[in-house]
């Protein structure tokens, strides 16, 4: 039976489909460049721009900008915090999946197979007629 007690322990920072897809390609790697991050989702720059800074508000996503050959690099590092909160995320998932599964029934029993009859005792010295 489902439990919608459980869908309050899905975070809505992350709940958002363009945020949960950051959060999967900061957890599967060190760290990425907001170019990178553009490239992988297919967003624009505004709206990228916008995920990244509800999610650094939210304390999940380090920030650290730099210049590389005079250009100006933006890259995302998930905290510690947003690692623990991505993982909690998931596992909400699993228990929303496993509760949504159909309860499978137990087979019936087996019947037992009917007991063999014993071939007759035959006494020493005798056969069977024929």
């Known amino acids: 039976m489902l439990d919608l007690a459980t869908f309050q322990k899905l975070d809505r920072v992350i709940h958002e489909q363009g945020r949960l897809k950051i959060m999967a390609l900061l957890a599967a790697t060190e760290t990425l460049a907001f170019s990178e991050l553009k490239d992988y989702l297919g967003m624009t720059d505004g709206n990228l721009s916008v995920h990244m800074r509800t999610l650094e508000e939210a304390g999940y996503v380090t920030v650290r900008k730099s210049f590389v050959n005079r250009k100006p690099r933006t ?16 596992q ?39």
């Open 75 to 90: 890259e995302y590092t998930l905290t510690a915090g947003g690692r623990d909160a991505f993982r909690e995320y998931i």
């Open 92 to 130: 909400a998932l699993g228990e929303i999946v496993r509760q949504s599964e159909p309860i499978q029934e137990a087979p019936p029993p087996r019947e037992a197979p009917p007991p063999r009859e014993a071939p007759p005792v035959l006494k020493r010295g005798l056969a069977p007629a024929k």
